[in-house]
């Protein structure tokens, strides 16, 4: 039996005059891995942000424990924001901090850890994405892996209820690739949570996905579990996961 | 029609800025009213923002100052009212020079700084990176620079009066040859505390509109690195206008029209 921790129900959003959502619904099962694809500009970051409040649909409801959060007033969002956990593409640390600030920085100010504890627990996450000999550097100073694995670190340190990922893999080699892969993997086991990962990186979605979503054209239209949608007879979908020129798909 | 169309699209634009300006000042004063504030941020603030402005301050004011003795000196020894050259410096420095001058540079120099600073954060997702760990940009970022433009603006105000009456002084002795104690004295009848205390006033709300219109450009900027350089102008640029009408308003209320 799975439970749903958080939904987007028929929402439709555009930005001006072009529509990027269009009466699309997603489930993100509790405690599971669900992974998002679809082509570049699809509107795959935007479901993130729907689900972290980032972004208000123009119709239909987004549910994060069982809360539409919607119609949430921005005061009463900003808190609920610091149970969810997200992941940047491109990390967007605070760069005037180093890396050990910025993971620091949520506990600093949700919590009422001593100092003492605050830095005790983020040097922690940061050696759980090993990067332990990275503390003292600020963001201009670390590789794009390296970025990625901080990111994340700064996302999971409070041990949110549902951590967002947004293109975890993009830009980075196999090995880095297969190591990031390996950390969403072990965080998530770890917090005994739930992620939802945006991603074009085929071979890493096959890693860790428990749930694969298809967006297409504004819609989610295949989900289910891994391996059910890979058997999928949608010929969107096959044309997609085998990379192939010809279908449906326009290139 | 298309006129119309214009007029319409710009009278929209410029009631959702004066909005947005408002939500945000207002947003802003709320964290400051609960002490929501993150002293050692505002603290180096102050440094970057006003300590690192002051030379700058001061040599233009320094120059205004000469140059405002230099044109008046010289005619008023003419018109044998040499000894009211030190009144007029310090009254135009106090009232209006200080405040404006390092109103004007600040805007110039940490406006665009700040607006530079909070679209590149707003461009590299550092922004709804803040937000997303449930940290308002307003309380985070704007709050410190507004309070540091507070403390520091009429600071710099003061340091500019008194660059301003000196530079003044040499000048009027070196070029008028009024005397230092005459200048001096005629200072000491014309202002009073109060002229000074205005003046500051004045600084206050610079202070204010600065940091707010620095802040809300930054943090409305879109579309990449052009958008930065959109939003740092558009700072710089909407500051200086409001500088211009806030102090005229302000002149008005402060000295309801008197000379005195």
Redesign the interface.
């Given at each position: 039996m799975t439970e749903t921790i958080a939904k987007v129900d028929n929402v439709t959003l555009r930005y001006g005059d072009k529509i990027v959502l269009e009466d699309c619904s997603l489930d993100v099962v509790k405690g599971a891995i669900t992974c998002v694809i679809g082509l570049s500009g699809a509107g795959k970051s935007t479901i993130l942000?729907l689900l972290?409040g980032?972004r208000k649909p123009e119709r239909g409801h987004v549910y994060v424990k069982g809360v539409d959060i919607c119609h949430m007033p921005?005061r009463e969002l900003?808190?609920?924001?610091?149970a969810?956990g997200?992941a940047?593409?491109?990390a967007?640390?605070?760069?005037s901090m180093t890396v050990v600030e910025n993971v620091a920085?949520?506990l600093r100010?949700?919590t009422r850890m001593s100092e003492e504890e605050i830095e005790r627990t983020a040097k922690a996450t940061l050696d759980s994405v090993g990067l332990d000999g990275a503390y003292g550097l600020f963001p201009s100073e670390l590789s794009g892996g390296m970025l990625k694995r901080a990111g994340f670190a700064?996302a999971v340190v409070t041990n949110p209820d549902i951590v967002l990922y947004d293109e975890p893999t993009t830009g980075l080699d196999p090995i880095i690739t297969n190591l990031l892969t390996d950390t969403i993997k072990h965080l998530r086991a770890k917090l005994n949570g739930t992620a939802v990962v945006i991603s074009h990186d085929l071979h890493s979605i096959y890693m860790m996905a428990d749930y694969l979503a298809m967006l297409y054209e504004g819609a989610i239209v295949e989900y289910g579990p891994l391996q059910d949608v890979q058997r999928s007879s949608n010929p969107i979908v096959q044309q997609f996961l085998q990379g192939s020129e010809v279908g449906p798909i326009p290139v | 029609m298309k006129a119309l169309e214009d007029l319409g699209k710009s009278t929209t634009e410029f009631f959702e800025y004066a909005g947005g300006l408002t939500e945000l000042g207002g947003e802003t004063l709320g964290f400051i009213g609960k002490l929501r504030i993150r002293l050692t941020e505002t603290v180096l603030q102050c440094y970057l923002l006003g300590v690192q402005s002051l030379l700058i301050v001061l040599l233009t004011s320094l120059f205004t100052g000469m140059v405002f003795s230099l044109e008046s000196a010289q005619q008023a020894v003419q018109y044998g009212v040499g000894n009211l050259v030190g009144g007029a410096v310090a009254y135009t420095s106090v009232r209006e020079l200080g405040p404006m001058l390092s109103a004007v540079v600040v805007a110039g120099r940490v406006g665009a700084a700040i607006a530079a600073e909070l679209g590149s954060m707003v461009i590299t997702e550092q922004i709804e990176a803040l937000q997303s760990l449930g940290l308002a940009p307003a309380r985070f970022l704007v709050v410190p620079r507004l309070l540091a433009l507070i403390v520091m603006l009429p600071l710099l105000a003061i340091f500019a009066d008194v660059v301003s009456i000196v530079g003044g002084m040499w000048i009027a002795q070196t070029y008028a040859h009024i005397n230092y104690e005459s200048f001096l004295s005629s200072v000491r009848q014309t202002i009073g505390f109060d002229d000074v205390t205005r003046g500051l006033f004045k600084s206050v709300i610079f202070g204010i509109i600065i940091a707010l219109v620095g802040s809300y450009q930054g943090l409305r900027t879109r579309g990449g690195a052009a958008g930065v350089g959109v939003a740092t102008t558009g700072a710089v640029v909407v500051s200086i206008i409001l500088i211009f009408i806030s102090n005229f308003v302000l002149s008005y209320i402060l000295y309801g029209g008197s000379t005195g």
């Open positions: 942000r972290n980032l921005e900003i808190n609920f924001r610091s969810i997200f940047f593409q491109f967007a640390l605070l760069d920085l949520p100010e949700h700064r | -």
